[in-house]
């Protein structure tokens, strides 16, 4: 299972090589704004998700690249930014994934792109030569990680007002990656990073004039869901929104301070800075918070009929009754909703039900979603993951930088008028008016 919360690392190395001017870029970035103002681009793209919390381990979606539109399987993570595929550079070392890595064009990122400078943190070195290749390391909290190179290539998608456009994207091109022991085959084609920086798919479509910088998933609890970028999707009413937390060296989408309850009781866990990670399969609270949790959540359990079910090693702390469960509707009766109480939003509560913090494993017994943060090396970080964001409508709106919430039946997509359904089952027309590229050679990564 993939257990993901990123903290990027990204730097800059020293191979020779030759590239477009970023000021061009720029340039060409505002004419396609008002082009595409123009003809009534701003819009909003709509994904179907695939995946589950259990036993998947993750949610992704399907995302088309190049011009022979290619199609690769994407873990969808609110929690980092960067996107990135296995890439065939060639791949030095690649995981087992459903596609094969994807063949770059010599269409690379120089250090002086202003995309390849966001990436840059204050501690790391920045490039000898501005004409240099941008070459990035991204290493997750559970130990993954992917090297490669940064590349840019067209993306082609379909909005919800019809109009069909293949934008060139920047995005990486992985020829290492890491994979933590814990996680098993198979596994997905890389990354899609949706989290508020401007190397994101996100950002750079709202750059382009194409969609609002908003960004949303519902994953349901029966597996499968919908992620969208744009607004078209958000409801007018119905939402809770709470204002994130400013920070400009933190990317991810956090909310806080926060006091936790167990149904109305109090857990002792106050202060809490939530990040929402929908990289993360499971929910991690920093030690304090996790113990006072744990703690209320036995007290309440004494008396019933469940018993430690130590021998169950799908996760830290288990469960089992007098047979094997066969669903959460078996046992939530036995448990609270847990409350997330934000201050700073005028006291709005987000409410996590037993199924968005409980699992059912193989065995039948039920498992509590949530770990010690700080023992797996997060620190003070409290996640809500996947299981606690399931059969909610999360919208992260960037320009008004805050985050709302609404229950929502995430098994269907929903219509944005009468016409979009249609819309979205067409395939894509064969010339998209991208222009076409002669297939690109297989590469040395040291010529890349």
Not at 105 to 126: A, F, I
Not at 333 to 345: D, E, H, Q, T, V
């Amino acid at each position: 299972m993939r257990l993901v919360v990123v903290l990027l690392l990204v730097f800059f190395t020293t191979i020779q090589s030759s590239f477009g001017d970023a000021a061009d870029q720029l340039q060409k970035n505002k004419k396609q704004r008002k082009s595409n103002a123009a003809n009534g681009f701003g819009s909003s793209v709509v994904f179907p998700v695939t995946g589950d919390v259990y036993p998947n381990g993750y949610y992704h979606v399907t995302v088309n690249v190049g011009h022979q539109q290619n199609p690769y399987f994407l873990d969808i993570d609110s929690g980092s930014d960067l996107t990135w595929l296995q890439c065939d550079a060639p791949c030095t070392k690649c995981t087992p994934a459903p596609h094969p890595p994807y063949k770059p064009s010599k269409d690379l990122v120089s250090c002086k792109d202003p995309l390849c400078t966001s990436l840059n943190g204050p501690v790391n070195k920045p490039c000898d030569n501005p004409d240099e290749q941008c070459d990035y390391e991204v290493e997750y909290a559970d130990r993954g990680s992917s090297m490669g190179v940064l590349v840019r290539d067209s993306f082609p998608l379909r909005f919800t007002n019809g109009s069909i456009i293949g934008p060139r994207l920047m995005f990486g091109c992985g020829y290492h990656q890491e994979v933590p022991n814990s996680v098993h085959p198979p596994y997905t084609d890389g990354v899609l990073g949706l989290a508020d920086g401007k190397s994101s798919i996100v950002s750079q479509l709202y750059e382009l004039g194409l969609t609002r910088n908003v960004v949303g998933h519902c994953l349901s609890g029966k597996g499968g869901g919908f992620l969208f970028i744009g607004d078209d999707l958000v409801p007018s009413s119905g939402v809770v929104w709470t204002p994130m937390l400013s920070n400009s060296m933190d990317k991810h989408y956090t909310l806080g301070p926060a006091e936790l309850l167990y149904g109305k009781q109090a857990t002792g866990a106050k202060g809490l800075s939530m990040v929402f990670d929908s990289g993360s399969t499971y929910s991690y609270f920093s030690s304090d918070a996790y113990k006072a949790t744990l703690s209320t959540v036995k007290k309440a359990l004494s008396g019933e009929k469940l018993e430690d079910a130590a021998d169950d090693q799908s996760l830290p702390v288990c469960w089992k009754g007098a047979k094997p469960f066969k669903s959460i509707s078996d046992v939530k009766n036995y448990f609270k909703p847990l409350i997330l109480s934000f201050k700073k939003g005028k006291n709005v509560h987000l409410q996590i039900p037993p199924e968005a913090y409980l699992i059912i494993t193989e065995p039948g017994n039920v498992c509590l979603g949530i770990l010690n943060g700080t023992e797996e090396g997060l620190g003070n970080f409290n996640i809500l993951g996947d299981i606690s964001l399931q059969d909610k409508m999360v919208i992260y709106d960037n320009e008004r930088q805050h985050i709302g919430w609404a229950t929502a039946n995430c098994d269907r997509i929903p219509n944005v008028d009468r016409d979009f359904n249609d819309v979205f089952s067409q395939p894509f027309p064969s010339d998209m008016g991208i222009a076409r590229e002669h297939p690109p050679e297989r590469q040395r990564k040291e010529d890349l």
